[in-house]
């Protein structure tokens, strides 16, 4: 209270604790990081203003054609190159050297060295840190790229491509990479090398001419070659008197198949064959009359048709038309209902 003050005594003051209280909360709620992102920016603009005054102090005392270097180590390029700007010096990156301790594009040493003068307007050359060595690259994935794609990428990386072989292969297609060594994500050395396996594309087979051979022979020959054999028979005719005889191949000769493809043989017999008809499309009835005629036996299996068109035809059979079967073997009439 102003009004009661007495002379040469200190002034009392008055306040309610509430209003302290309160006080004391909002300075509880000052965060820490904050507190300390402030004061770090504070320090930098102290140092900062602290170089800059206290050599251009020393500068004004010095004379007008020579200035005093400032201490640039451990400070950014970018933020040194700012600072010599303030005392009309200009930097210069001489070089750039891997180092563990001291961040990226700092300045490690720099010449001539703090608090010596020289001329305005001369250049300061600096070392800086190109940051912690890279010891090793995570290997890129090239699997299904071609030999170009590849190319490019390893060298972006620094890393050379190594053809180690051409391998078949049903998945990719030619000349794309199917495997590599190392693996994609295995670490290695910068400059390293990257074995590929490149594909040749499927493997095919051109069925071989193997008529007039005897089955077992034929049939041992194409399981080699990686084909799958199975057989049929064909009564015996004036060209093929005896029986085991490769008469037929389907695939014919000459064709080229892929690796695991089915290959028939139809074989000679002196069994008593009847050739099968062609009866698809037929009516029931048609059919009928004819196997009838040829005393060949049928049996009939109904299957569901969307179409009424299909009710009552043959719209399929087993065996198919041109086998042989043998008098008292059945064929099977597939009928539209």
């Known amino acids: 209270d102003l009004q009661k003050y007495e002379t040469d005594k200190p002034l009392s003051f008055s306040a309610k604790g ?18 300390s992102t402030i004061m770090a920016a504070f320090m930098v603009v102290f140092m900062v203003l602290f170089i800059f005054y206290s050599y251009k102090y020393y500068n004004s005392t010095a004379g007008h054609n020579m200035v005093s270097v400032p201490p640039l180590e451990n400070i950014p390029a970018e933020n040194a190159k700012e600072i010599l700007s303030l005392f009309d010096l200009n930097l210069t990156v001489k070089e750039e050297i891997y ?10 040493e720099q010449t001539p060295e703090p608090g010596k003068n020289v001329p305005v307007g001369s250049d300061i050359e600096v070392v800086t840190s190109r940051g912690q060595e890279i010891t090793y690259i995570l290997t890129p994935n090239l699997i299904g790229l071609s030999m170009e794609e590849a190319s490019n990428i390893l060298k972006d990386f620094g890393l050379v491509k190594v053809v180690t072989s051409k391998e078949y292969s049903s ?31 499927k493997e095919t087979i051109v069925i071989p001419n193997i008529i007039d051979l005897d089955f077992r022979n034929a049939s041992n020959h194409l399981k080699s070659l990686g084909l799958i054999v199975i057989s ?6 004036g060209i093929v008197n005896e ?21 028939e043989l139809v074989i ?60 008292s073997s059945s064929i099977i009439l597939f009928i539209g209902r």
């Open 268 to 327: 000679s017999t002196s069994e008593l064959l009847v050739p099968v008809p062609d009866l698809v499309q037929l009516s029931l009835e048609q059919a009928k009359n004819i196997l009838d005629s040829d005393n060949i036996n049928y049996e009939i299996s109904y299957i569901n048709t969307d179409y009424s068109v299909q009710e009552g035809t043959v719209l399929d059979q087993n065996p198919e038309a041109g086998t042989y079967i043998s008098p």
């Open 171 to 201: 998945t990719f297609k030619k000349n794309l990479i199917i495997d590599q060594s190392p693996q994609f994500s295995e670490k290695i050395e910068p400059g390293g090398s990257v074995n590929i396996i490149v594909s040749k594309g």
């Open 243 to 263: 029986p085991g005889i490769v008469m037929k191949v389907i695939p014919s000769q000459g064709t080229e198949v892929d690796v695991n493809s089915v290959v």
């Open 99 to 108: 180092n563990s301790e001291i961040p990226e594009g700092f300045i490690i």
């Open 18 to 35: 509430q209003n302290l209280n309160r006080t004391d909360v909002f300075i509880k709620k000052i965060r820490p990081h904050l507190a």
């Open 232 to 237: 049929s028979k064909a009564p015996l005719t």
